[in-house]
């Protein structure tokens, strides 16, 4: 499985990006995928997952800002995010588990992308 992550980039504080996640593989071999994200300085912090494709969470800190969803054939992965912070700053990394489940902790995850710059100022 590969993920390549694209749709980063510098905005102003309230404005939006749309980050794109292409994966590799079958839809089966990775039933969960999901966005972290990693500011300097700081761990790699569990941002949306959709658990089998259809059950999504969202961090406390972007719940009703930021929407995760599927492409119908389950091979890209969107995370919406719209009224950035510049608390939201940081590396956006694409994530996929061989298994189920939408585990908080990045060592629970198998397939990791190069991530994407972010940057809200």
């Known amino acids: 499985v590969q993920l390549v992550e694209s749709g980063g980039g510098s905005v102003q504080a309230g404005g939006s990006l749309r980050l794109s996640c292409a994966a590799s593989?079958?839809?089966?071999?990775?039933?969960?995928m999901g966005w972290f994200r990693q500011a300097p300085g700081k761990e790699r912090e569990w941002v949306s997952p959709?658990?089998?494709?259809?059950?999504?969470m969202y961090a406390d800190s972007v719940k009703g800002r930021f929407t995760i969803s599927v492409s119908s054939a389950k091979n890209t992965l969107y995370l919406q995010m719209n009224n950035l912070r510049p608390e939201d700053t940081g590396i956006y990394y694409c994530?996929?588990?061989?298994?189920?489940?939408?585990?908080?902790?990045?060592?629970?995850?198998?397939?990791w992308g190069q991530g994407t710059q972010v940057t809200v100022s």
């Open positions: 994530a996929a588990r061989r298994g189920l489940g939408a585990y908080p902790s990045p060592s629970e995850w198998d397939y």
């Open positions: 593989g079958s839809a089966s071999s990775r039933p969960s």
């Open positions: 959709i658990n089998g494709f259809d059950t999504v």
